[in-house]
T-cell receptor
Framework: GEDVEQSLFLSVREGDSSVINCTYTDSSSTYLYWYKQEPGAGLQLLTYIFSNMDMKQDQRLTVLLNKKDKHLSLRIADTQTGDSAIYFCAEGKAAGNKLTFGGGTRVLVKP | GAVVSQHPSWVICKSGTSVKIECRSLDFQATTMFWYRQFPKQSLMLMATSNEGSKATYEQGVEKDKFLINHASLTLSTLTVTSAHPEDSSFYIC??????????????FGPGTRLLVL
């Protein structure tokens, strides 16, 4: 079956870079996503990458995909206190567009 | 653009009662809506997928008679938790997309509804 794994927690100092890692098992995944969830709120789509891409950059966010190792990472440059949240990676397929979420990584940014 | 709302944002009810949660796409027509459930400190679990005007498709292990989903219009889907019990207490999140399930579309998530059953 499909499985998406993430580390539980990441602590980072304000201004440093954060790197959140994710591994998945389904090689037929078409799209891989990063979502942000703030306390008591729904999910905000941060970025996504198509499975035939290696890297995608969007302002402070850089997504790296190693399809061979089924490893996805999200790098946040110049991390701010407002970046403190839970970050979910998710994999999806074109057919059905069902998303399978990882367990989420809680990021705490210290001033 | 692409805003999804949920109502209510939180609800407390007695065991045995039914609770209806609404999910609305405010500025787009949502052909497909998804309902997720999230337990504390856990990830989102997909409960069901609904296309406007047709019956919802439920994930394995989700009781369709307990979690009634109606997607009667292109901007509204409802989830009714029937005869709620304390174990149904959870955070329910909906998402909506413009296209049909089967075509990659961005899912826009609602803010969630926190249900507490006493």
């Amino acid at each position: 079956g499909e499985d998406v794994e993430q580390s539980l927690f990441l602590s980072v100092r304000e201004g440093d870079s954060s790197v959140i890692n994710c591994t998945y098992t389904d090689s037929s995944s078409t799209y891989l996503y990063w979502y942000k969830q703030e306390p008591g709120a729904g999910l905000q789509l941060l970025t996504y990458i198509f499975s035939n891409m290696d890297m995608k950059q969007d302002q402070r966010l850089t997504v790296l995909l190693n399809k061979k190792d089924k490893h996805l990472s999200l790098r946040i440059a110049d991390t701010q206190t407002g970046d403190s949240a839970i970050y979910f990676c998710a994999e999806g397929k074109a057919a059905g567009n069902k998303l399978t979420f990882g367990g989420g990584t809680r990021v705490l940014v210290k001033p | 653009g692409a805003v999804v709302s949920q109502h209510p944002s939180w609800v407390i009810c007695k065991s045995g009662t039914s609770v209806k949660i609404e999910c609305r796409s405010l500025d787009f027509q949502a052909t497909t809506m998804f309902w997720y459930r999230q337990f504390p400190k856990q990830s989102l679990m997909l409960m069901a997928t609904s296309n406007e005007g047709s019956k919802a498709t439920y994930e394995q292990g989700v009781e369709k008679d307990k979690f009634l989903i109606n997607h009667a219009s292109l901007t509204l889907s409802t989830l009714t938790v029937t005869s709620a019990h304390p174990e149904d207490s959870s955070f329910y999140i909906c998402s909506a997309q413009m296209g049909l399930a089967g075509v990659r579309e961005t899912q826009y998530f609602g803010p969630g509804t926190r249900l507490l059953v006493l």
